[in-house]
């Protein structure tokens, strides 16, 4: 398809701003204004709407394709949610409002939503408190990581490294490196758990945190999970829990129950909200009680009267991790989410999610390798080890699937499996969809015997064959350029 | 309500299939002792009352002030096709575009988002967003340290109190030597900043316009910095580029920006979008997603993330960023909405919001008491010396229907009395007068 730009007639308009209904009163000085205009595209309001309609049936996307993109949780997104994130009381409301003298109580509503969700995750989580600023997954981890720092400093500590498994999100390492830490990496053992000789000798009093997802990127819950909290904490680590695999556990476990001290959510995850092509997210943390003082600024409190404030004088805090209160727009869809579904509906949530994953599983471990176990939670984890005997690759079958309607589990990851293909498909999906599935990766399975060569070719149904990424990396071609 | 489709008959076949005979069965692997302590959650309601229950919150929110409070979020006109096209489902329930072939849309539309922020900026390569703009600042400030080697940075005053607070938390454990200097009659102080500038330093930062509203030209600053080996960073106002100097026509190496204006709601603070353009040279030190231009087999043109050996799938620990999820669906309605604009329009639009801050200037200047500070030229954001605090005043506004500014002792010691106040496309002129007139009666009272 042509680029906006390459649609652009000179001398078409796309939108009508209002006449001026000031008297022109002067000019800035010259040396202020650019020399040459921005070359934004000049094309009509149907040329820009048909543009990017037409994109957008080039996309796989949840309302039009089964997305078992593993770790990513990519269930339904209720689309109540968006109508409740548009109501212009909401939408229209300026951040610094709620900033300015007795401001409080022109947001009131807004910061009454967010004071409810943070006592709602605490206790889905069993965490003392929570702050919806991080405005994404990994921004929580960076959170959580400066909350872990500033409460060893403030004990006078001054501790080098975080310990993270080698089956981990790539996120969890280069939040721990960019907060200032080293990061040593542990092993997984043979049955897919953290390599409990290699933990306890690479743990001791420099060791800041344990960083961990609970279920793991295989899909395994760690029946350990408590003693390396308790070894952590017995050398005054503190244990990090990387939420991304919380749709497994929903009224199952707490992670503050185990003994996590630092969580952070991904409410584009577990809570339903559209993961809008790649953002935005929300990633909420939530802290034990003796890391509370340590949360960014601002707290939102409710007074005795029973209305809400921002309170900024908490001098132990980390500061300003975001500019204001977080994806506020998210974080109203996943609390519309919390509020619909309740306690029962939550608590069926991770039900569904495990047994369709474990459905999946029961049904593909005839025809592909199994990376770990028997059994998962809310995602499995298989290997095309086997189809590479033909030469055939997670790739290649990755490939297929598209040219089936299906858009791809999460594939190469975790680094640990060989040929990996994450399968996540959530509790949202029909047993029909999920067999439809089945059966297409049975197909490729068998196909990677009989006929590897159209499996290497494939897709052959989508607007582009497969794509020179080696091409798009060595001459980066990153933006359009004018004639 | 919980959009969970298995019937029990279903249920059972999958049970069956996987050999267990309970879901319980399937949370073994949880020890016994794990249970949850609590889990004291309401039960669910329906949509119906989850959406009355919310309406009546959303009316607790002040939305029916006239808004003059800008402080780098601002109150522009949103056109209805941004919400009807951001609103394809086709966009906001995709992810990550990974794999290419069936995701060509978002990646197109990445790469052509790409295209409008180096135009705006006037710089060279782009990425497919950050969080917003303080996060960008401190993705900037992170690609000099790496590119310098160097562990100092000199940061302007004029740059927003709320990106320099972030800056710091984010740094506090990196061993970073930041550098304050003040603003000189409104614009950033020259002297201060070649005075701190040495071979040390990594980069400069300074916004267009700074917090006070004031316009700037950083050639000067941005060649200074470059004979010490120094990167030259700048925050920018994306609406403000339709009529300012580009930070590529002032040689600076990394602009960064809250792109809110571009089509976003306020919504109390997010999403928002950070975006991020730099020099070519400096391309691979870049954080996060980039869209790129490839072919496919049969040599026809499609789009692909690329340059991913910079980021934290990869290359782990040593990525230049953790940044994974981004702004995505918001950088789409900023090219929507420029693509809207347009050329042209994006210039008018500029033009418009500067004429009626001029206005706005002029009509408070004759409210008795009030000074405009004119020490330097501003956009559509200025700062006005009132005769009283002006916390109270703000807070009469209020009464009157006005959210008349911000107050920027809020951010400074020692400015209680200045209120800075914006202005934009949407304020009719008589809005501004009526401001004017009430701000006089708030004064009087």
């Known amino acids: ?483 | 309500m919980n959009y969970i489709p298995h019937t029990e008959t279903e249920k059972k076949e999958m049970l069956k299939a996987i050999g267990v005979a309970s879901i319980d069965d399937l949370f073994k692997c949880i020890p016994g002792g794990l249970r949850p302590k609590s889990f004291n959650i309401p039960e669910g309601k329906s949509e119906f009352e989850v959406i009355e229950y919310l309406k009546l919150l959303s009316c607790k929110n002040a939305i029916n002030l006239t808004n003059f409070v800008g402080g780098g979020f601002y109150d522009h006109y949103i056109p209805q096709a941004v919400d009807a096209l951001a609103g394809c489902a086709e966009f906001y329930t995709a992810y990550t575009p990974y794999q290419p072939e069936c995701s060509q849309g978002w990646l197109q539309a990445i790469y052509e988002y790409q295209t409008v922020i180096c135009e705006l900026t006037g710089l060279d390569v782009s990425n497919a967003s950050l969080y917003d703009g303080g996060t960008a600042l401190y993705e900037a400030a992170m690609m000099a340290i790496r590119l310098t080697g160097r562990r100092k940075i000199i940061v302007d005053s004029g740059v927003s109190l709320i990106y320099r607070t972030m800056l710091y938390a984010y740094t506090s454990n990196l061993s970073i030597e930041f550098v304050e200097t003040p603003v000189a009659h409104g614009q950033s102080c020259r002297e201060d900043i070649y005075k701190h500038l040495d071979d040390k330093t990594a980069a400069v930062i300074v916004q267009n316009p700074n917090f006070f509203g004031a316009v700037d030209d950083f050639s000067d600053i941005a060649q200074r910095v470059h004979k010490c080996g120094a990167l030259a960073i700048a925050s920018v106002y994306p609406v403000s580029l339709g009529m300012l100097k580009s930070p590529g026509e002032m040689g600076i190496d990394i602009a960064t920006g809250e792109g809110q204006s571009m089509g976003i709601p306020l919504s109390f603070g997010g999403p928002y979008l950070g975006f991020i353009a730099v020099k070519k040279e400096h391309m691979r030190q870049l954080p996060g997603r980039i869209a790129g231009a490839t072919v496919d087999k049969d040599n026809q043109r499609g789009f692909v993330l690329t340059l991913q050996a910079r980021e934290q799938h990869i290359r782990r620990e040593r990525a230049t960023s953790n940044i994974c999820s981004n702004e995505a669906l918001c950088a789409l309605r900023a090219l929507i909405y420029s693509s809207l604009l347009g050329k042209a329009g994006f210039r008018e639009l500029a033009g418009l919001n500067f004429q009626k801050a001029e206005f706005a200037k002029a009509a408070l200047d004759k409210v008795s008491g009030v000074k405009v500070k004119r020490s330097a030229p501003t956009f559509n954001e200025f700062t006005v010396c009132l005769p009283k605090n002006a916390d109270e005043v703000v807070y009469r506004m209020i009464n009157k229907g006005f959210a008349c500014g911000f107050p920027l002792g809020r951010f400074y010691r020692g400015l209680d009395n200045y209120l800075l106040v914006a202005v934009t496309e949407k304020r009719t002129k008589e809005e501004i007068m009526q401001f004017a007139s009430s701000l006089e009666a708030a004064l009087c009272s």
């Not at chain 1, 997305?67 to 951040?95: D, I, Q, R, W």
């Not at chain 1, 959580?144 to 498994?165: C, F, Q, S, T």
């Not at chain 1, 200032?180 to 009093?205: C, H, W």
């Open chain 1, 1 to 483: 398809m042509q680029l906006i730009f390459e649609k652009s007639r000179a001398g078409r308009k796309g939108f009508a701003l209002p006449e001026i209904d000031v008297p022109i009163t002067g000019a800035l000085p010259e040396k202020y204004c650019r020399k040459t205009q921005a070359n934004l595209p000049e094309v009509s309001e149907l040329d820009v709407v048909r543009h990017f309609s037409n994109l957008s049936r080039l996309n796989f996307s949840v309302d039009t394709n089964f997305y078992p993109l593993g770790s990513c949780t990519m269930k339904y997104n209720p689309k109540f949610t968006e109508k409740v994130a548009a109501m212009e009381g909401f939408s229209g409301l300026h951040p610094l409002l709620p900033q300015l003298l007795g401001g409080g109580m022109l947001a009131q509503g807004s910061l009454e939503v967010l004071y409810n969700m943070e006592r709602l995750l605490s206790e889905i989580t069993g965490m003392s408190a929570f702050t919806t600023q991080p405005l994404a997954g990994a921004h929580g981890e960076l959170t959580g990581v400066m909350l872990i720092a500033a409460y060893h400093k403030h004990n006078g500590e001054r501790r080098k490294h975080i310990i993270i498994p080698d089956s981990s999100h790539g996120t969890n390492p280069a939040s721990a490196s960019i907060a200032g830490y080293d990061v040593v990496v542990i092993p997984t053992d043979k049955e897919g758990f953290l390599d409990m000789r290699s933990y306890k000798q690479a743990l001791n009093r420099e060791t800041a945190a344990v960083m961990l997802t609970c279920p793991d990127t295989l899909g395994l819950f760690n029946p350990k999970i408590k003693e390396i909290a308790d070894l952590a904490h017995a050398v005054g680590a503190l244990m990090y829990y990387d939420g991304a695999n919380l749709n497994a556990i929903l009224g199952k476990c707490r992670p503050g129950d185990i003994g996590f001290d630092v969580i952070h959510l991904n409410l584009h995850k577990t809570f339903a909200t559209p993961h809008g092509g790649g953002g935005p997210g929300a990633g909420p943390v939530g802290v034990c009680e003796k890391l509370v003082d340590f949360l960014p600024i601002s707290r939102v409190v409710r007074r005795t009267d029973g209305t809400f404030a921002l309170d900024y004088h908490k001098h132990k805090s980390i500061g300003y991790i975001a500019p204001f209160y977080g994806n506020f727009g998210v974080i109203l869809k996943a609390y519309a989410y919390i509020l619909a579904l309740g306690k029962s509906g939550l608590i069926e949530v991770s039900e569904n999610a495990v047994l369709s994953a474990n459905y999946c599983l029961a049904r593909l471990k005839d025809y592909y390798a199994l990376a770990y176990g028997k059994s998962c939670m809310h995602e499995c984890v298989l290997s095309a080890a086997r189809q590479l005997e033909q030469g055939v690759h997670a790739l290649d079958i990755a490939k297929y699937l598209i040219d089936k309607g299906f858009h791809p589990p999460t594939i190469y990851f975790p680094l640990i499996v060989k040929e990996a293909m994450m399968i996540e498909p959530t509790e949202t999906e029909s047993k029909e969809t999920l067999d439809a599935f089945i059966e297409a990766m049975i197909e490729a399975a068998s196909l990677s015997k009989t006929n590897p060569e159209a499996l290497r070719l494939a897709p052959l149904s989508m607007p582009v064959k497969r794509l020179d990424e080696t091409r798009a990396a060595r001459v980066p071609d990153l933006r359009w350029q004018p004639k």
